[in-house]
């Protein structure tokens, strides 16, 4: 059964989707049910045919609980556990892992093949390319030690936090706890083991920083002490008290 805003309810045949127990998707509440026809609700569409705003694909997994706003794609194999959230227009790639209670910000994509494990937040316009790992744990062990397999109880997760802007290279692993500041750059490869500054351009392992990027992600030039220049966006950069600001 699919019921809209309004409280109009469809029947389970015009849906082409298998969603386990109640998923929000936009607008629309999907409880969980076998289908078999390809179906269009205001701004959603459930299937293969991409007409609408909002896709799940029919292979994603999708937990009970997972919230998926509007205009959002989810692509084949993704597993969306419960409680995550996954914002406004993102890209959900095939095989991508979003774990329990994860935030993503709207207009982010997460390529093919990323984990993304609790308690991890993504702000919004990030990008997460192919094959990407977020850590949770800081010192992982499958026992405790008296031998017996670990519990939620028996250590604490740590999350990867990528703030607004960012772009994170194809398999990069972030060893959590760290932080991404807004609009900075990591190279593909990367080992990101401590914070990075806002604006920062980081390759290596562990990554370290070799200079400065723009809100495009173009690397800038420097042109004079703290002063830096901006071919994309023909404008000044400059550094006060460490931080990267758009004069």
């Known amino acids: 059964m699919i019921e809209n805003h309004k409280g109009y309810r ?3 045949n015009d849906v082409q989707h298998w969603i386990a127990g109640r998923v929000r998707l936009g607008d629309v509440t ?3 049910l076998g289908v078999s026809k390809c179906y269009e609700l205001g701004h959603i569409c459930v299937g293969y045919h991409v007409r609408m705003a909002t896709f799940v694909h029919p292979s994603a997994d999708i937990d009970d609980g997972a919230v998926i706003k ?3 794609k989810v692509w084949h194999l993704a597993h969306l556990r419960q409680g995550c959230v996954v914002g406004e227009d993102c890209v959900i790639g095939r095989g991508v892992f979003i774990d329990v209670d994860v935030k993503v910000g709207d207009r982010s994509k997460i390529q093919n093949y990323s984990l993304i494990y609790s308690p991890a937040v993504i702000e919004s316009d990030v990008f997460v390319g192919p094959a990407v790992v977020f850590t949770n744990d800081k010192h992982p062990r499958s026992t405790n030690v008296g031998g017996q397999a670990k519990s939620n109880e028996d250590w604490q997760q740590v999350g990867v936090t990528v703030r607004q802007g ?3 290279g194809a398999r990069t692993v972030c060893v959590a706890p760290v932080e991404i500041g807004e609009y900075a750059l990591v190279g593909a490869g990367s080992v990101v083991t401590r914070d990075i500054p806002p604006f920062a351009l ?7 920083q070799i200079g400065w990027v723009d809100h495009a992600g173009i690397p800038l030039v420097e042109t004079s002490k703290d002063t830096f220049f ?3 966006l023909q404008c000044e950069y400059r ?3 460490g931080r990267l600001v758009r004069c």
Do not use: M
Not at 202 to 208: E, H, I, K, L, S
């Open 10 to 12: 469809h029947s389970t």
């Open 30 to 32: 999907v409880h969980g």
């Open 70 to 72: 509007n205009g959002a």
């Open 166 to 168: 960012a772009s994170v």
């Open 202 to 208: 980081v390759v290596g392992n562990p990554a370290r």
């Open 230 to 232: 901006s071919d994309e």
């Open 239 to 241: 550094l006060n008290k």
